[in-house]
């Protein structure tokens, strides 16, 4: 386990997770506002990359699983960014299964990894990258209490995202 809150324990993904990930990744719905849907090859490599990313940095995007019944809900962490407008950057991440949404859960989430980042980690800023038609994380990444900074276009997207940003 890597942080708990009242509901949710974040943990290191497992490859048993692969198939319940396909609730998140395989679903259009979910993934409108990204890159569109993945295959379980894909997850399962995602996986992988997460787990290494854990290894080498101590944090990555982790599991978000419920307490009480260990269902497994999406995904909330740390991605590190080499170059977002020539400054590295760690964003904060999430994404929950669609049954999932309007719960709290992302926000909960997202509210622990953020508080981690400042005490654990201590990091000094936090960054998230938001479709502006995404109002669900954008109103995720208020209650965070980040702030509209600039644009963004990824080199692979047909729209620009938002960087939403706070100091920790």
């Known amino acids: 386990m890597i942080l708990s809150t009242s509901r949710l324990i974040l943990r290191e993904f497992t490859s048993a997770d692969a198939e ?12 409108r506002f ?10 399962n490599e995602w996986i992988e990359k997460q787990n290494l990313r854990q290894t ?8 978000v699983v419920t307490k009480d019944s260990q ?49 654990q980690l201590e990091l000094k ?13 954008l109103n995720v990444a208020a209650k965070l209490g980040m702030s509209y900074e ?3 276009s990824f080199p692979h997207y047909d729209h620009p995202d938002h960087i939403y940003a706070m100091a920790l």
């Open 20 to 31: 319940a990930m396909m609730g998140v990744f395989g679903d259009a719905e979910v993934m």
């Open 34 to 43: 990204s890159s569109g849907t993945r295959d379980l090859v894909w997850v």
């Open 56 to 63: 080498e940095r101590g944090y990555s995007l982790w599991a």
């Open 71 to 119: 269902e497994l809900l999406g995904f909330c962490g740390l991605t590190y960014f080499p170059d977002i407008l020539g400054t590295p950057e760690i964003e904060v991440g999430y994404r929950l299964m669609q049954k999932h949404w309007g719960k709290g859960f992302a926000t909960e989430a997202a509210l622990a990894v953020r508080d981690y980042a400042r005490e």
């Open 125 to 137: 800023r936090l960054i998230a990258i938001i479709d502006p038609g995404n109002t669900a994380s």
């Open 150 to 152: 600039k644009q963004f």
